[in-house]
């Protein structure tokens, strides 16, 4: 059984992050002197993520850096990912053991 192709959903007209890390290279450079002990670890992090130290395929890869017409064309080819939403209820159904994503069980 294959899966069904979903209605065309409409360009965004905003995207709005509400946590992660948004530009990389920053996680590097923007530490702040709290955290500048932490510089090693983080760009042993990101090294070992992209396999490379070059700090540019870290940008290419940040929410922050993205380029919106490149986004819009994937959109109309369908080459982005889509957003799956399920009710609270159905996550509780199938998963009793945990906390639905309302914060109850």
Known sequence: MGARRGP???CPAALLG???LYALPELIDG???LHEH???EYRTLLSNAFTTDD???WAAASPAHFDPADIAE???EGRAPRLIVRPAALFRDRHP???APTGRA
């Open 38 to 40: 932490l510089r090693q």
């Open 74 to 76: 994937r959109i109309r």
């Open 55 to 57: 700090k540019r395929n």
């Open 8 to 10: 065309d959903a409409p």
């Open 31 to 33: 530490l702040g002197t």
């Open 18 to 20: 509400l946590n992660g």
């Open 97 to 99: 053991q945990t906390v």
